[in-house]
């Protein structure tokens, strides 16, 4: 794909830079990231019931990593501290831009040159400005959020482990894959 979306660290995906590939890095207020995955791994059953609380939450091991009091493990390969630091390290690398989700969001508009100049991509017209600007809007993402999960992962790994004469291990393909692409 020209384009995808994940949560996966920078350093699991530097194979991709030999062919080309360019990453986004967005960081956002680590407060809000925290309370962000809070109520999504609670309304999607993924927290032990010893830490419905997000004061318990935000000291178990996927949060503070070993010295953790309990809970599940880091996810995405790391903690989200892990992930800022990569970012901070490759801030200045060709193949990376780093953005502040809150000025994403605050003003779309002022980033959209910067991003498309750091893709190779000609600069926007009115009409596709305008296109650009809807599909980001929180709005139209909300309205059309089947587009953003993984439903096609499950399928795709377990074929290719078919075609190898395996049988897939994980993944089910229908967990959302909300993210940016971490370093």
Not at 31 to 54: M, N, P, Y
Not at 98 to 116: C, K, M, Q, R, Y
Not at 154 to 167: E, F, I, S, T, Y
């Amino acid at each position: 794909p020209r384009c995808f979306k994940t949560h996966q660290r920078l350093s699991s995906l530097g194979f991709l830079e030999a062919a080309g590939g360019k990453f986004q890095c967005t960081v956002r207020d680590p407060e809000k990231t925290l309370v962000s995955q809070f109520k999504f791994f609670l309304c999607k059953g993924l927290i032990q019931a010893d830490f419905r609380d997000i004061n318990l939450f935000i000291k178990t091991r996927s949060i503070i990593g070993s010295d953790g009091e309990g809970g599940n493990e880091p996810t995405f390969g790391g903690l989200l501290w892990d992930f800022y630091a990569e970012a901070w390290r490759c801030r200045s690398c060709p193949s990376v831009k780093v953005l502040a989700f809150e000025h994403l969001v605050n003003n779309l508009e002022t980033s959209l040159d910067g991003i498309n100049d750091f893709l190779g991509l000609p600069p926007l017209d009115a009409q596709r400005r305008a296109a650009v600007l809807e599909y980001c809007s929180k709005e139209w993402m909300e309205r059309n959020d089947h587009l953003f999960d993984d439903h096609h992962r499950g399928p795709r790994l377990a074929a290719k482990a078919a075609a190898k004469g395996q049988v897939a291990s994980k993944g089910d393909g229908k967990g959302k894959a909300s993210g940016h692409v971490a370093v």
